[in-house]
């Protein structure tokens, strides 16, 4: 059966712009690489809910960040097999496109994008390079994949390695037929894309923002609404997700250290940050069991890993 070596998680960037949404006003171009990415992450879900119900004897690799030769490309899904290692560039692109030569159009606008097989090529290319190492018979091979069934393309090459929605069941069932042993070569390939794999992403971009300007209080983990207290715990009344004091200052003093690196993390300061949580020393409890505390000159703060 397949093996999930990587699963996709939630890239910091993610976590931050969806907190940074609820916390403030995010300008027009922000805001549309927030829709965009979550967009994109709904696509990459739905490939891995396809892959992960694989038979074979497969690797699959999820959301990985590689750098040769001083470039460094993503691949949203790989797949290793016995013969083959598959890349995928997944869209979640909705409407009608056209793809005219080497140019990728939105209609009816005629709004030229960035071409999807030029990244899909280079990501194969580096690949391949990277691999060198270890002198292996295996094919690379990328696909660039579109999951949304609302999705059409037109004029695209009969040859191209696109695969459309209707095709993606009948390509993934066709690769699971293929028999597939993996040896100890395909397990050292597999942990040294994951060793090589780059945590932070450097095509990260945030917007700016200031801990005075933005809105202070405990977000709802589903949701992303502000929760209100009711008595030893905290409510949404948005989704009606509800949680322990203790979870949701955990929760918080995590995001405030993600989205302020260099803030000290004090009692004081998680109290400001939850706005709906009066009690200090349930605060100080809280951060004092979970949460390493460092004695400084004036107060104790405390050393979170986000």
Same mark, same amino acid.
């Given at each position: ?72 490309? @993503? ?35 005629? @709004? ?24 292996? @018979? ?28 209707? @095709? ?139």
């Amino acid at each position: 059966m397949a093996i999930i070596l990587k699963s996709r998680a939630l890239a910091n960037e993610m976590i931050a712009l969806r907190s940074l949404k609820s916390r403030m006003t995010l300008l027009q171009h922000d805001n549309k690489r927030y829709m965009n990415m979550e967009k994109g992450l709904e696509g990459e879900l739905r490939f891995d809910q396809l892959t992960e119900g694989m038979k074979n004897d497969v690797y699959l690799i999820n959301d990985l960040c590689l750098e040769f030769n001083h470039s460094v490309f @993503q691949i949203d899904a790989l797949l290793i097999s016995e013969k083959k290692i598959l890349i995928f560039e997944i869209k979640n692109y909705e409407g009608d496109y056209v793809l005219d030569k080497e140019t990728f159009r939105i209609l009816p606008s005629k @709004q030229e994008i960035l071409n999807p097989l030029h990244q899909l090529n280079r990501s194969v290319t580096l690949l391949r390079s990277l691999l060198n190492k270890f002198n292996t @018979q295996l094919s690379v091979e990328g696909y660039l994949t579109f999951v949304n069934p609302q999705f059409t393309l037109y004029q695209a090459e009969v040859n191209a390695p696109i695969i459309f929605p209707s @095709q993606l069941n009948r390509f993934l069932e066709k690769i699971d037929q293929i028999p597939s042993t993996l040896n100890k070569q395909h397990r050292q390939i597999a942990e040294y894309l994951l060793e090589k794999h780059l945590p932070n992403s450097p095509y990260a971009r945030m917007p700016s923002y200031q801990f005075q300007h933005l809105q202070k209080g405990v977000l709802c983990s589903l949701c992303y609404s502000f929760m209100v207290k009711k008595a030893r715990k905290v409510f949404c009344e948005k989704c009606g997700f509800d949680e322990s004091l203790e979870s949701s200052i955990m929760r918080s003093a995590k995001e405030l250290t993600l989205l302020f690196p260099d803030q000290k993390i004090t009692t004081s300061i998680i109290h400001q940050w939850c706005g709906i949580i009066d009690s200090h020393k349930a605060i100080r409890r809280v951060l004092l069991h979970n949460f390493k505390p460092v004695s400084g000159k004036k107060q104790r703060h405390y050393i979170i890993n986000p």
